[in-house]
C-alpha cells in the first residue's frame, strides 16, 4: 500500500477518485448540451477546425456568451465538482476545493474541445488501423485461394481480379473528373 506524502493517501483511494473516461465523457456531453441550446455557439463549434482551438478562438467566444448560458456551464461544473468532492470524502482525502474552480472558466472549454479532438483523432486512427487490418487479412484470404486452385481456375481468377481492379480505376477516374 504506497502513501503519497505525510497526508495519508494510498494508491487505493486515490485511484477511486480520478476520472474515469466515462465521467469525463459525461461531464464533456453536459457541456456540449448546454451549448447545443444555443444556436450561435453551436455554429461556432460545428465550423471550428483544430486551429481555432490551438489559437483561443473558442474562448475568445465563449467570452461573449449570454449569461444564462454561462450560469449554465458554472452549475454544470459545480455539480461535477461536488461529485468529485464527495468521492474525496468517501476515499477520505482532502475535499478543499477553491472557490474559483467551481466557475466554468475560458481554459475549462480550450481543454475540454482539445480532449475531444484528440478523442475523435484517436478514434478515427483505430478505425484506419482496423480497416487496413481487414483489407490485409482480405488479400492474405485471397492469395491462400489461389494457391489452392489448380492453374487453370487460378489464371481464370487472376484475369477477374484484373479486369475488377480496372474497373475500379476507371470508377475512380471518372469521379475524379466529374466532380471538377
Do not use: C
Amino acid at each position: 500500500n504506497a502513501e503519497y506524502g505525510s497526508s495519508g493517501i494510498n494508491a487505493e483511494n486515490a485511484e477511486s477518485v480520478i476520472p474515469s473516461k466515462t465521467e469525463y465523457e459525461r461531464y464533456l456531453d453536459q457541456i456540449l448540451l448546454v451549448f447545443d441550446k444555443d444556436p450561435k455557439v453551436k455554429e461556432i463549434l460545428k465550423n471550428a477546425t483544430p486551429q481555432d482551438i490551438k489559437n483561443g478562438v473558442i474562448e475568445r467566444t465563449l467570452r461573449r456568451l449570454h449569461p444564462d448560458i454561462r450560469s449554465k456551464l458554472d452549475e454544470v461544473k459545480r455539480n461535477i465538482i461536488m461529485e468529485y468532492r464527495q468521492k474525496l470524502k468517501r476515499a477520505k482525502m482532502d475535499d478543499k476545493v477553491p472557490d474559483d474552480l467551481y466557475k466554468f472558466q475560458d481554459e475549462d472549454l480550450k481543454h475540454l474541445l482539445k480532449e475531444r479532438h484528440d478523442r475523435l483523432s484517436q478514434m478515427n486512427d483505430d478505425r484506419k488501423k482496423q480497416f487496413k487490418k481487414y483489407e490485409m487479412e482480405k488479400e492474405l484470404k485471397h492469395r491462400m485461394a489461389l494457391r489452392a486452385m489448380n492453374e487453370y481456375d487460378r489464371k481464370v481468377q487472376e484475369a477477374l481480379d484484373e479486369e475488377e481492379k480496372n474497373k475500379k480505376i476507371e470508377h475512380a477516374k471518372k469521379n475524379q473528373t466529374s466532380g471538377k
